[in-house]
Structures are given as structure tokens and as C-alpha cells.
């Protein structure tokens, strides 16, 4: 029995590397993913004596001597740059407080607001309730500070959000954009995407605007398929 | 020693194990362990922010781990919500699990854990400590490795491993003996030993040994069913 294990487990190993092209297969917490004195454990990865070991789940990746694991599945973890959505919970007296759906909560500082905004004035621009997407801008010790400065940013106004596993998101985007951008054409609908798995849409009627979301869950639940963006085609067709 | 197991398996035998990881979609990471009847199931949510604030260390995440037996998974319904043994072996659980766990990334937060077992059939921490290791890596939380665990029993003088309820409830002889054990994957290193009746010294390396032979069946078994999640969902 535990070679049937062991032998299914080598063939997924070869499965996966070939069909990604690089070097990447699945691997589990304590895992040994290489050995030699070569390698660099990155994000994910940890060494113990000759041997690089996994810290995590998830999709182990040799690049060059760097070795990292990338994760498949749990909650979203703040890079700095994302593009996220989140939720004004308070209205401080120098800024914003926003759920972002993660361990640290956020905050979006005033001046970092796209306009001047005068303090006694603060939640006629965002109040408790309002949907916001921004930008990580600093990951401190202590939270997460966002702006509002950049293309797209701001205070979502009409449409909806939903959510989605973080985990998705980069599937969801498709290569550079190709995905979501498709979706977008074929159901005119804005669309924003955050890393934190936060999705909001807004079209002309709710009709394009439920089409987009079952498009989009279409795709979150099609995982690991080669060609997605070709059945996602396939599947305006249908619909 | 002419004595047999009531359920004719041999002394270091198992029974027929199972697991499944991804089975709550609403949670962060989730998994099911079973050992023949006995069935656990696991979630994990977080990191998140921990309330009340004075648990909240600045150092570190914290763990929080709740077991508990539904009121439909023995004979006798249970009375739901905690109890001294629900919320003794959720302590004794949060101890297993936290050593292969680094949470020195996410301060102030906390991991939280809930175990329910679906099914009793003796042996059931054990079963949740084997479905909570899963869990928690199918979340993404930073760890050393998998935690195994199994229970060694008793039947007279033979030490037998993972009891069912009647091997456990074994009244003849030298009376019920149950030990439960978890250890750190496919190490030496041992998180959890509980012992409940009595295994004389000289016995006991031959009950850790049939532990130990369990614990790495069951280590390739979670190890499996964590790649094959993979293959299905991502």
C-alpha cells in the first residue's frame, strides 16, 4: 500500500512540472524539496542542514538557485502593491479604518485621500459602510496603510461586491490581464479585482452585472485548466 | 496470549483510515480524518484579529483550539456545548499542534481551530489532532511539519494499537488501558502522551514502537490526501 502512495505522489510530481513548463510540484509542511548547498530557501522555504525544507502547503518552484513555495489555498496574506477592496469600518479623526478581509486591519490615511478633504467633512467622502478600493502602500509592524492615489482607486459607488478564495485571484486576472479583460468586453461591465479576493462589478443592468459574476465563478471554480481563457470564450457562447 | 482482538485485527494493526482535505468551503483551510467509524472533521480561520484585546500578544499569533463531540455521534445523545473533557482535550490538542506551528509572523492574531467529530468511536482527539494538522496546513499557515497521531491500547496484557470503543472498554484482565500520542511527521519527536491505565515499563517501548509504525502509515496518508486535494482543486 504505501508504495501505490508513493508512486502516485511521483506521478503527480512529473504531471505538474511538465504541464507548467518550469519546475513546480506540490509540496507539504516539513517536505524536503531539494538537497545541496547551491540552493536558496526564498518565501515558504526554510534550510536545515543540506536539505531545503518546506514551511508550508502549497506549489514549490525551483528558480535558478532560488527556491520558494508558492501557497494554493488560505487566507489572503498583504503584499505591498496589491490592489485591494475593503470596507470602511470607522471614521478616525486623521483617516479611515478599512476591513480588508486579513489578520492586521487597515488604514487609509487622509492625505492620502485623491483630494483635499476638510477633517470635519470626512464621511461625506467615505463613511462607516462604504466599499473602497485601494492600494497597500507600507506593511508595518503594526497594520497596513493604504492610498487612494492611482487609476481605479476610490470609493466604489452603485454595483456590487462578492468574494472569492484569495487564493484564485491570480487565475481570475488571467496572464496579464487576458481573463479579465475578456470578461469585461464580453459582459461591459467595470470589473475590480482585488488580491484579497474582494470583487467588484458594476454594469449597465443587473442582468450583465449577474452574467460577470457567474463568469467570474466560473473561472475561480475551473482550476488548473490549460487553455481557461479559450473555454471561458467557449462559455460566452453558451450563455 | 492466546487472546484475539474483539474486532479480529492483528495487535498492531490499524483500522482503515481515510482523509480528505477541503471540505468546508467556508473556512480557511479545512480537512476529515477517519479511523474505521470514528470520523473528525477540522476547520481553520485565520490569522485573524483576536478579541477579546488582552489575550492579543505582540509577539506572536496564539492558537485556539476547540473539540467538541456532536450530540448525534454516540449512542447516548450528547449534550452539546463544552464539557470538562471537551475542553481538556481541546487544551491537550492546542499543545500538540502548537510546537510544529510559527505564528511569529502574524502578532496579535489568532488561529483558531474547531474539531467536531461526526461519528465516536474511540480514539476521536486523535482523530482530530490528525485532522487539524491537515487543516491547518490546507490554510497556508507557516509549519515545521504534520502532526500524527494514534492511540495505543491495552487488551489483558497485549498491547494492541488504535482500540475501537469496545477494545477500549476492555474490562478483563488488567482492565482498560488507553494511551493516545502524537508526534512531529516523520521524526522522533513526540507532542502529545497521554496515558490513561496501566502499561508496565517493560511493555511500553513495544506499544511507542506500534505507535510509531502507525503514526508514519498515517503521516503518508495525510501527506497523500493534502497532494491530491491539489490535483482536483487547484
Known amino acids: 500500500m504505501k508504495n501505490e502512495i508513493n508512486e502516485s505522489s511521483e506521478e503527480l510530481r512529473e504531471e505538474i512540472s511538465e504541464s507548467e513548463g518550469n519546475k513546480r510540484w506540490i509540496v507539504v509542511p516539513g517536505e524536503t524539496i531539494v538537497t545541496g548547498e547551491d540552493f536558496l530557501p526564498g518565501e515558504g522555504a526554510r534550510r536545515e542542514g543540506e536539505a531545503v ?3 508550508r502547503f502549497g506549489l514549490a518552484e525551483v528558480a535558478g538557485r532560488m527556491i520558494k513555495v508558492i501557497p494554493l489555498s488560505g487566507a489572503y496574506i498583504p503584499r505591498r ?12 479623526y486623521n483617516g479611515w479604518l478599512v476591513d480588508i478581509d486579513s489578520a492586521s486591519s487597515a488604514f487609509v490615511l487622509i492625505d492620502e485621500s485623491p483630494r483635499f478633504i476638510n477633517r470635519n467633512e470626512m464621511d461625506q467622502f467615505m463613511a462607516i459602510g462604504d466599499m473602497v478600493a485601494a492600494k497597500i502602500w507600507s506593511i508595518k509592524g503594526r497594520g497596513i496603510d ?6 481605479g482607486l476610490g470609493k466604489l459607488e452603485e454595483g456590487f461586491v462578492f468574494r472569492i478564495n484569495p487564493s484564485r485571484v491570480p487565475r481570475v486576472i488571467g496572464r496579464e490581464g487576458s481573463m479579465i479583460t475578456l470578461i469585461k468586453e464580453k459582459t461591459g461591465c467595470n470589473i475590480t479585482v482585488g488580491q484579497n479576493g474582494w470583487i467588484w462589478i458594476k454594469g449597465q443592468d443587473i442582468e450583465s452585472e449577474i452574467k460577470a459574476r457567474k463568469a467570474v465563478e466560473f473561472v475561480a471554480d ?16 453558451e450563455n | 496470549m492466546a487472546i484475539k482482538r474483539p474486532s479480529g485485527r492483528g495487535f498492531d494493526e490499524a483500522r482503515k483510515m481515510d482523509a480528505k482535505v477541503g471540505i468546508i468551503p467556508n473556512a480557511d483551510g479545512s480537512a476529515m480524518f477517519s479511523f474505521g ?7 481553520v480561520y485565520g490569522p485573524r484579529q483576536l478579541h477579546p484585546q488582552h489575550m492579543q500578544n505582540p509577539q506572536t499569533g496564539i492558537l485556539r483550539v476547540n473539540y467538541d463531540l456532536l450530540s448525534f455521534s454516540v449512542a447516548d445523545r450528547k449534550k452539546p456545548g463544552p464539557s470538562r473533557r471537551s475542553q481538556e482535550i481541546s487544551k491537550v490538542t ?9 505564528l511569529e509572523g502574524f502578532p496579535n492574531t489568532v488561529v483558531d481551530v474547531q474539531i467536531y467529530i461526526l461519528q465516536a468511536d474511540a480514539g476521536t482527539r486523535t482523530a482530530g489532532i490528525n485532522a487539524a494538522s491537515m487543516a491547518l496546513a490546507h490554510a497556508g499557515i507557516p509549519m515545521k511539519n504534520l502532526v500524527c497521531s494514534v492511540a495505543v491500547g491495552k487488551l489483558d496484557t497485549e498491547v494492541a494499537v488504535d482500540p475501537d470503543n469496545a477494545e477500549e472498554h476492555f474490562e478483563g484482565g488488567e482492565g482498560h488501558t488507553d494511551m493516545p500520542i502524537a508526534k512531529i511527521g516523520n521524526t522522533d519527536e513526540f507532542t502529545l502522551l497521554q496515558l490513561d491505565g496501566k502499561i508496565p515499563p517493560e511493555k511500553f517501548t513495544d506499544a511507542l514502537n506500534m505507535g510509531n509504525k502507525v503514526c508514519s502509515e498515517i503521516y503518508e496518508i495525510q501527506k497523500n490526501a493534502l497532494k491530491k486535494f491539489t490535483e482536483v482543486e487547484a
Open chain 1, 53 to 55: 525544507i518546506a514551511d
Open chain 1, 81 to 92: 502593491g496589491n490592489v485591494i477592496l475593503g470596507r470602511v469600518v470607522d471614521v478616525l
Open chain 1, 146 to 151: 493604504l492610498t487612494l492615489k492611482g487609476r
Open chain 1, 222 to 237: 475551473k482550476v488548473h485548466v490549460d487553455g481557461l481563457t479559450e473555454k471561458m470564450e467557449a462559455w460566452f457562447q
Open chain 2, 37 to 43: 467509524d470514528t470520523i473528525a472533521i477540522a476547520a
Open chain 2, 94 to 102: 492546542e499543545w500538540a499542534l502548537l510546537p510544529v506551528l510559527n
